[in-house]
């Protein structure tokens, strides 16, 4: 049995993961500097370009991987109880800081609500309804193969027909698709597959260490990069975020020794990676938005430069961010309500006479 099934099973926290999630959240603060600053996101002249198929798609997969409960019974009691769980600090808590923020911005609540990204607060909206998605299957398909055929047949389902005109045709207002955050389902793929690799662990880790899997990801991800520049085509979406997704997540699996909590690196990434909603609900407040004088890498595009002001910008944020999230969580009832932590119950004093 290996490491990570073994660590896994005794509820332990795995370094890499965590590591993993951290840097995927760097990348998600980096990429929102291309949208919010620079205004060259659609533009096909950077870094963004390339990360964009790839952060989401791997913030799920990684979200379905360490949401997944393998010793949890699939009865209604159950699943009640887990989704009670998780609806206060996925769908509540995000208001505390989306409404305050659409007053920053001087956002209308009706626009922000009916925006399909909310201007920017989605990923926990969407990612408790995967959540909801992927129980309801699981309640309803007792076994686990039938499941994983179905989680992955409508993941396909969706990602195909809302990523296709098709997504135009289906008879619901703009208002209506904006407040499900609709195009953003395309993602409910990786949420499955992240879910199915942490149900079935040891085929995932034997699959990983396939000899030919690595290298044929990894020339299939570039030879797709290269086609897709070339050919705009929807159907090459999923290789490429697929082989993408292996290659990162063989990455850290991989140099897992160097994410450890003894490197600098792997103590700031685990970090960053326990402290995700802290960095996702904090850092919006600190983006500098429309920077319209910066206009040099529209003008004169030049990816390394601007991936490097970028890199220092998103670094400044993210610090920022942790440091307003740590003052938050000095009080257990905001830590408890905001960010999920358990409540540690206070330990009686004795007092020893002298």
């Not at 990348?27 to 620079?38: D, E, P, Q, R, T």
């Not at 600090?89 to 399909?116: N, R, V, W």
């Not at 697929?242 to 994410?259: D, N």
Request: proline share 4%; net charge positive.
């Amino acid at each position: 049995m290996s490491d990570l099934h073994t660590t896994l099973i005794q509820n332990k926290r795995i370094e890499y993961i965590d590591a993993l999630r951290g840097f995927v959240m760097f990348l998600v603060v980096f990429n929102h500097m291309a949208g919010y600053c620079w205004h060259i996101k659609e533009m096909g002249i950077s870094f963004h370009d390339r990360l964009e198929e790839l952060q989401m798609p791997m913030f799920f997969f990684i979200s379905g991987f360490v949401s997944f409960k393998p010793n949890l019974v699939w009865n209604g009691r159950q699943v009640i109880s887990l989704l009670k769980k998780k609806f206060p600090l996925l769908m509540i808590s995000p208001f505390f800081f989306f409404l305050p923020y659409l007053q920053f911005e001087k956002i209308a609540f009706y626009d922000g609500i009916t925006d399909t990204f909310k201007v920017g607060y989605w990923f926990t909206f969407v990612l408790f309804l995967f959540f909801a998605i992927y129980t309801l299957i699981r309640f309803l398909f007792r076994n686990r193969w039938i499941a994983t055929v179905i989680s992955l047949v409508l993941g396909l389902f969706l990602h195909y027909i809302i990523y296709q005109p098709i997504y135009n045709a289906i008879p619901l207002s703009a208002d209506a698709k904006g407040f499900l955050s609709l195009y953003t389902w395309i993602y409910f793929i990786y949420f499955a597959l992240g879910a199915i690799a942490r149900e079935h662990l040891l085929k995932f880790e034997k699959l990983l260490d396939s000899k030919w899997l690595l290298p044929s990801c990894i020339m299939i991800y570039f030879l797709l990069i290269i086609y897709k520049s070339y050919f705009n085509s929807g159907i090459t979406i999923i290789p490429v975020t697929i082989t993408g997704l292996i290659v990162l997540f063989s990455f850290f699996r991989i140099y897992q020794s160097h994410f450890t909590k003894e490197h600098a690196l792997g103590r700031t990434l685990q970090f960053m990676g326990r402290r995700t909603l802290d960095i996702y609900w904090i850092h919006f407040f600190f983006i500098p938005v429309n920077l319209t004088f910066v206009t040099v890498f529209r003008e004169h595009p030049m990816p390394v430069i601007e991936a490097g002001v970028s890199f220092v910008i998103a670094s400044i944020i993210i610090a920022c961010s942790l440091f307003i999230g740590s003052t938050i969580r000095l009080s257990p009832i905001l830590a408890h309500w905001l960010f999920g932590e358990k409540i540690k119950p206070k330990k009686s004093q004795t007092t020893t006479n002298q």
